[in-house]
Every structure is written in C-alpha cells, then in structure tokens.
C-alpha cells in the first residue's frame, strides 16, 4: 500500500518506519526540513529504541528494499504518491490547558488541497490525539473546504487512536493493545484494515467520536493509575509497609482489580465497605501528614455522582417518583451507606412524593438481620416501601432503576411511553426499544 505519514515525530516515525519495514511504500511529511534531511539519510529525527536501525534498513539497505521510505516537505507530492494519509503532528496544550488544533488544521489544509489536485478516492487517518469530534468539526471540514470534495464520496476519514510508549515504541507498534478505528463509513475503516493486514491484536471498528474518546479514556486512567499507586506508596511509607510487596500481591487479582468489573459508568458506590475503608485510609494519611488528593477526592466525587442525580430529578419536573431497588446492588438486602437511600433522603427532604420496590429489603423488613435497622435506623424510608411493582409504576410520573433486579423488565414492558424512566445501572444493553421517557445516568 501506499501510504504518507505527517509529523515526523514520536508517532509520525515509528509509524512511517516500521509500515515500511512490513513492506508498504512510506512518504513521510513533515514541515521540518531538517527531520526530512535525516530520514532521507536514513538517520532517525527521534532517539528511540530500534528505530534507527529500521530507518536506515528501509531508507538506505537492501535489506527491506531500499526506497521504501522517503521523506519530503512537499505535502502535494506526498498525497498524490499515496493513497492514505495518516495525521500524527502534535496536539499541545494551549496556556488555559485546551487543546491546540492549530497543526491538525493546517496539516488537513494541506492534505486536503492535495486531494484537490488528485483524482482517485483517498483515505485520512487522524492518529494523533484529538477530543471527540474533533476530526468531525476539524479535520473534516478543512479537508472539504480546501479540496472541494465530499467526504464519503470523494474520500474517506478515519480515527486511528495510537498506543505506543516513548521508549518501547517500536515494540509497541507492532504488538499493541488492540487496533481501535473509528470510521466515517465501511470504505474508509476497510482500506485501514488493509493497511494493518500484518498485526495480530483484536481489531474494534466504532464511530469516529468513541475512538477519540477512548484514548482520552486509556490515558486519563493511567495516570490515575500511577497516582494511586504512587498515593498508596505514600501511606505505606509513613506506616511502614513495603508498597512493592503490597501492590505485587494487589496485582495477582485479576478479577477486581486488574479487570473489567468495577470499569462501568453508572451511580456511585455505597455499601458497608468502600465508603467506610476510604475514609479509615485517608484518615490514616492525614495522621501522618501525607497528603493524598486522588485518595481523598474520591469520596468527594462520589457524593457529586449522587447530587447530579437529584438535579436531574428535580429538574425532570417529576413530582411523583418511583425506585426499583433501594440496595446498593441487586440480590443484597444491605442498605449501609446505599447511595440510593442518600438520593430518597435527599428527594424527601425536597418534598418529592415517593414509592419504593425493592424485593431484597421488603423480605428483610419481615426477617433477617436487617429487619431492625430498617425499622428503627431508616423508617422514614421503610414506610414508603411497597411489597407490589405495579404501585410504584401506578404511582410515579418518574421511575429510578436503582439496580438490576430480574422485576425491572417488567417495568420497562409495562410502562406508557410518556412516563420517564431514569436508569442508574444500564439495565438494558440494547437501548433500542426502550420507552420514549428513557434515559440513562451517563449514557
Ligand atoms: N509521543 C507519544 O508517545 C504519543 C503516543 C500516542 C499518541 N500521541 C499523540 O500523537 C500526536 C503526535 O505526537 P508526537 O509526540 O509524535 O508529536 P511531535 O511533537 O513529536 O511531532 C509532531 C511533528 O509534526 C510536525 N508537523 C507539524 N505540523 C505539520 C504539518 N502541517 N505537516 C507535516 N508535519 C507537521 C512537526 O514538525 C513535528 O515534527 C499527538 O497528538 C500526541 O498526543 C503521542
């Protein structure tokens, strides 16, 4: 395939270099001269790991047939010579920490005043990293207003997040993750499959704005990875604890903690042990004069989660709002710390008209452990409990699915479709025929 390659930075390089080494024809771009001067000499504008070697193999030896990569400052040349253009020039942060676009727009322009001048379908990837709907209201319309084309007919778009690492890039590139391409149509996504014929990874094709939200996602999560830890080595230090020791044994569990459980967007968390556990830990630190502002600020957070849904609510206009599930999660009759029974307190003290079903609670309010604390420690909620489905759908112009009970289903069938339906849980994956009133907390 043929392919060209702007920016020739981290990404820019590695990709340009190591396409060519699986035997694609490479054009690397880039507006700086002195970077196209190297790569032609077949030295690497970038130190990393390997990548000098492959550059000089694929520019300068016989041994990936020389030729393979160029590089050029001429932007036309480099679109008309190719047939898929990869975008991989930075995204810095301006001065108020928003991002810049400035290089993204100019270097769109530039391809797409190429795609003017050439006849044949071409296909843009933008890899470098980009808040959603960038590539829609950037890339896409400069390639448009300075080619005057039409994407999807005249040429295709795609986002192609990258995950390599400065320092292991090379390995990086060719075993990632997995292969994310987010695509304007079939055409665009397919010519890019093409081109990564040669990775053995797990390819998801999306829309264009979720591969460029999933980067920011990937990449918000380890630095919030690197901080906890680095949070958690903090406390270990002043306690006496070996952190290493601690976080080796934390990483053998790959079933909560290195895993997808936990990873869903939905309601905050409750129960008798997170809120509790943070609170020790981060009492703990403060103790000891360690400050721990990732640690602490999760509890914080979690009240927020719980305060947007009471904004929600009330600016729903509900006056009547029912709950399916007061637990913090089905199948559990343990109301401590439920953010449900937060968010019905917060309700009744607005003066909210509410009924609840929850089938775990009801049977614990007539036996079990429970039965006291729900009696005596919450009855201003107990009292607004019903042991019927049907009167909590009867009785509401608004209905919180509080958890995944099996009985929600039957709320969904059953409900008009002017009546609201607020999930908390993502009950359903298929939100296709869900209630007109549906909405989800974050979704
Ligand atoms: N560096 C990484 O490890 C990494 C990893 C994944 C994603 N990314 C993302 O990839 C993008 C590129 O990052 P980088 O570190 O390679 O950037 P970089 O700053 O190292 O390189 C960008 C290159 O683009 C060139 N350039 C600017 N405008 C151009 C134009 N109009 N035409 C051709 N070349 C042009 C610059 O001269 C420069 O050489 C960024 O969005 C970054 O966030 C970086």
Same mark, same amino acid.
């Given at each position: @395939?043929?392919? *060209? ?9 590695? $990709? ?34 390997? #990548? ?8 300068? *030896? ?14 036309? !040349? ?17 001065? +108020?920490? $928003? ?10 322009? +530039? ?33 448009? =207003? =300075? ?11 795609? @986002? ?10 090379? &390995? ?5 993750? @997995? ?16 081109? !990564? ?15 460029? @939200?999933?980067? !920011? ?52 968390? %409750? ?11 981060? &009492? ?42 007061? $637990? ?17 307190? =917060?309700? #009744? ?32 909620? *107990?009292?607004?409990?019903? %042991? ?7 009785? $509401? ?40 009133? !549906? ?5």
């Amino acid at each position: @395939m043929k392919i *060209s390659v702007f920016g020739l930075g981290y990404v820019g390089c590695v $990709s340009a270099a190591c396409l060519a080494k699986v035997g694609h024809e490479v054009i690397g771009v880039d507006v700086n001269p002195t970077k196209v001067d190297l790569m032609n000499e077949g030295t690497s504008p970038i130190v990393e790991k390997d #990548i000098g070697r492959i550059i000089f193999d694929v520019v300068k *030896s016989d041994r990936y047939a020389p030729g393979k990569l160029v590089a050029t400052t001429d932007a036309e !040349y480099a679109v008309r010579e190719s047939e898929i253009s990869l975008i991989c020039v930075g995204t810095p942060s301006n001065d +108020n920490g $928003s991002l810049k676009l400035d290089y993204v727009r100019r270097c769109a322009n +530039n391809i797409g005043v190429g795609i003017a001048k050439k006849s044949g379908y071409h296909v843009v990837v933008a890899r470098s990293t980009m808040l959603p709907g960038s590539v829609e209201d950037v890339i896409l319309k400069e390639l448009e =207003a =300075a080619s005057g084309k039409q994407v999807g007919k005249d040429f295709g778009v795609a @986002m192609n997040p990258e995950f390599l690492r400065e320092s292991t890039s090379v &390995y990086d590139f060719f075993n990632p993750p @997995m292969t994310v391409i987010g695509q304007y149509d079939e055409r665009s996504g397919n010519r890019l499959e093409e081109m !990564y014929h040669f990775l053995d990874a797990p390819l998801e094709k999306t829309d264009i704005k979720t591969a460029e @939200m999933m980067k !920011y996602a990937c990449n918000c999560f380890h630095a919030a990875k690197v901080t906890f830890a680095n949070e958690i080595g903090s406390i270990c230090k002043s306690i006496g604890v070996d952190s290493h020791k601690v976080m080796d044994i934390f990483c053998m569990d790959d079933k909560l903690n290195l895993s997808s459980y936990y990873l869903k967007p939905g309601f905050a968390f %409750g129960g008798s042990c997170l809120p509790k556990d943070l609170r020790a830990l981060n &009492y703990k630190a403060k103790s000891k004069d360690v400050e721990v502002p990732l640690l602490t600020s999760i509890i914080a957070s979690n009240k927020v989660q719980i305060e947007r849904v009471t904004d929600n609510i009330v600016r729903s206009g509900a006056k009547k709002v029912g709950f399916v599930g007061l $637990s913090f999660k089905a199948g559990t009759d343990d109301l401590r710390e439920s953010p449900l029974v937060i968010l019905v307190e =917060a309700l #009744i003290g607005k003066g909210f008209d509410i009924k609840i079903y929850d089938r775990n609670v009801s049977l614990a309010r007539l036996v079990g452990a429970n039965k006291d604390y729900i009696e005596k420690g919450i009855p201003h909620i *107990s009292k607004l409990m019903t %042991g019927e489905i049907q009167d909590v759908i009867q009785h $509401s112009d608004l209905i919180v699915i509080g958890n995944k009970a099996e009985e929600v289903e039957e709320v969904l069938k059953s409900v008009p479709d002017d009546q609201k339906i607020y999930d908390l849980v993502r009950v359903s994956e298929c939100l296709d025929g869900l209630p007109q009133g !549906y909405e989800g907390i974050c979704w």
